[in-house]
């Protein structure tokens, strides 16, 4: 079993910056994939951005060039930088882990977007 525990979330003015973090604990052995999801209200989650063992990201195509994944799958470490931040990142973010085809979600933190 794996348990992740996010932070950082907050409220946060248009075109500024937060950094989430998510620490993995319990058997964190053969994580292959980390990342974060969101959920908008009245929206499906959807990927945000993910990391591989090998350092291999993906960012959704709304996220590229203002958010920056990062971390150590081994350590069972990841990390979300988010900066030009827009009222449409509202949403809750999650943190997930892919172990041996299992995934696995943290509760989720709230970031508002919002003047």
């Known amino acids: 079993q794996v348990q992740l525990v996010e932070s950082g979330g907050g409220l946060v003015q248009p075109g500024g910056s937060l950094r989430l973090s998510c620490a993995a604990s319990?058997?964190?052995?053969?994580?292959?994939?980390m990342g974060w999801y969101r959920q908008a209200p009245g929206k499906e989650r959807e990927l945000v951005a993910d990391?591989?063992?090998?350092?291999?990201?993906t960012y959704a195509d709304s996220v590229k060039g203002r958010f920056t994944i990062s971390g150590d799958n081994a350590q069972g470490t990841v990390y979300l930088q988010l900066n030009s931040l827009k009222p449409e990142d509202t949403a809750i973010y999650y943190c997930?882990?892919?172990?041996?085809?299992?995934?696995?979600w943290g509760k989720g933190t709230l970031v508002t977007v919002s003047s």
């Open positions: 319990g058997s964190i052995f053969g994580i292959h994939i």
């Open positions: 990391i591989t063992q090998g350092g291999t990201t």
């Open positions: 997930n882990a892919d172990q041996f085809g299992v995934k696995y």
